[in-house]
């Protein structure tokens, strides 16, 4: 890319009015994680999954969350002072799954699926459950892949009906991918 090319296409990229998020929604992503929250997030995990390196499955957490709350919270605060989650809590176990019905004898028959641990989950869990309040503010409505609640047939609808006035009111379209 020459130059000019490139300063006009960094010069359009500075002019797109992007969604921000106001200063009270910042201010929710960036409050402290609460226990409140935590809970929540252990309560709607699902049962009877394996267990990632740590080997405790999400029912551990469930049953014996009062006695481990103080250390998860310590353990949480210490990773928000610090910005940085320790290695072996970041670390996973791949496990390859047989598709039903797939012959064991080739490798194409199995699917890989990583196992993280538990805690990792709660805490994705419960900063996903923050953002996704949020998106609906800072993600155009006509989004609809990847966002809770919204359906891309909802867009399929939309453009079956904007054909459809077309073709009423006689006015030529075309659509394009």
Not at 21 to 46: G, K, R, V
Not at 133 to 138: D, E, N, W
């Amino acid at each position: 890319m020459n130059p000019y090319t490139h300063h006009r296409l960094i010069h359009l990229i500075l002019k797109i009015n992007l969604p921000k998020l106001n200063d009270e929604q910042a201010a929710t992503l960036d409050s402290p994680l609460s226990s409140s929250e935590f809970y929540e997030a252990i309560q709607h995990l699902p049962d009877n999954k394996a267990p990632g390196p740590d080997g405790f499955p999400a029912e551990f957490y469930k049953e014996f969350w009062s006695v481990l709350k103080p250390s998860f919270l310590r353990m949480v605060a210490q990773i928000q002072n610090n910005h940085t989650i320790s290695p072996n809590m970041n670390s996973a176990n791949i496990s390859l799954l047989l598709k039903p019905g797939k012959d064991p004898t080739l490798p194409s028959s199995y699917r890989p699926i990583s196992l993280i641990n538990v805690d990792l989950k709660i805490i994705c869990k419960v900063l996903s459950s923050r953002f996704r309040k949020l998106t609906p503010s800072i993600i155009h409505p006509d989004q609809m892949g990847f966002i809770k609640g919204r359906l891309s047939a909802n867009n399929t609808h939309r453009l079956i009906n904007v054909i459809d006035y077309c073709f009423i009111v006689k006015l030529e379209t075309t659509v394009v991918p």
